[in-house]
């Protein structure tokens, strides 16, 4: 089992900036992607940005030019940079890790989720 571990969310006004990051415990199985999600309230939870192993990456069209994803495979570490916020930037950000098995079935781990509030 992987446990992740997020901070650096907050409080910050439109155009500021904020850096998430998550740390993931050690798997015994190897750690393809990781990425974060969001979840605003009475909206489904989306994708933010995601980094494979390969370091190939993918974002959300909303956040496009903003964010930018990077990942320490050494520390399983992913990071979020996010600037120039918005008000519809307002969600809590979840860490999610996917995992390899050796038998060929990808596993799914959450953070805890960290709540980023832009005021406008």
């Known amino acids: 089992q992987v446990q992740l571990v997020e901070s650096g969310g907050g409080l910050v006004q439109a155009g500021g900036s904020l850096r998430l990051s998550c740390t993931a415990s050690?798997?015994?199985?190897?750690?393809?992607?990781m990425g974060w999600y969001r979840q605003a309230p009475g909206k489904q939870r989306e994708l933010v940005a995601r980094?494979?192993?390969?370091?190939?990456?993918n974002y959300a069209d909303s956040v496009k030019g903003r964010f930018t994803i990077s990942r320490d495979n050494a520390k399983n570490t992913v990071n979020l940079q996010m600037n120039s916020l918005k008000p519809e930037d307002t969600a809590v950000y979840y860490c999610?890790?996917?995992?390899?098995?050796?038998?060929?079935?990808?596993?799914?781990?959450w953070g805890q989720g960290t709540q980023v509030t832009v005021s406008s």
């Open positions: 050690r798997s015994t199985f190897k750690i393809s992607a």
């Open positions: 980094i494979n192993s390969g370091d190939s990456t």
């Open positions: 999610n890790a996917v995992v390899l098995t050796t038998w060929g079935q990808n596993l799914d781990y």
